[in-house]
């Protein structure tokens, strides 16, 4: 089993930043792909980014691209999500996810293990 636990959320103005972090514990290996998805209120969760096993494969969801920076740290086991100029359409609850895959996907139904989450605020 792995466990993923997310933190660095809040509220924030719209164009500040900021980074949120998902620790991963138990049965992670570096082969395991990495994604953050999110949920806005009546919405369906949707991707955001997504990294490969070894960190060298990025991929990103068009509203986030060039504003959000993915990376990990497989040593310390922590996946990061760095949100700069930030927009009131980003507010949602933010999930890490992983899946025994060294490709990340951009479809949930491929993720084996999920955070709780942790709520983004962006005030216009």
């Known amino acids: 089993q792995v466990r993923l636990v997310e933190s660095g959320g809040g509220l924030v103005q719209a164009g500040g930043s900021l980074r949120l972090s998902c620790a991963a514990s138990?049965?992670?290996?570096?082969?395991?792909?990495m994604a953050w998805f999110r949920q806005a209120p009546g919405k369906e969760r949707e991707f955001v980014a997504g990294?490969?096993?070894?960190?060298?494969?990025?991929y990103y969801s068009d509203s986030v691209k060039g504003r959000f920076t993915g990376s990990r740290d497989n040593a310390k086991n922590t996946l990061f999500l760095q949100m700069d100029s930030l927009k009131a359409e980003d507010t949602a609850v933010y999930y890490c996810?992983?899946?025994?895959?060294?490709?990340?996907?951009?479809?949930?139904?491929?993720?084996?293990?999920w955070g709780q989450g942790t709520q983004v605020t962006v005030s216009s």
């Open positions: 996810a992983a899946r025994r895959f060294y490709y990340a996907t951009d479809d949930l139904l491929d993720y084996d293990y």
């Open positions: 138990g049965r992670t290996t570096s082969s395991m792909s």
């Open positions: 990294i490969s096993g070894s960190g060298g494969a990025l």
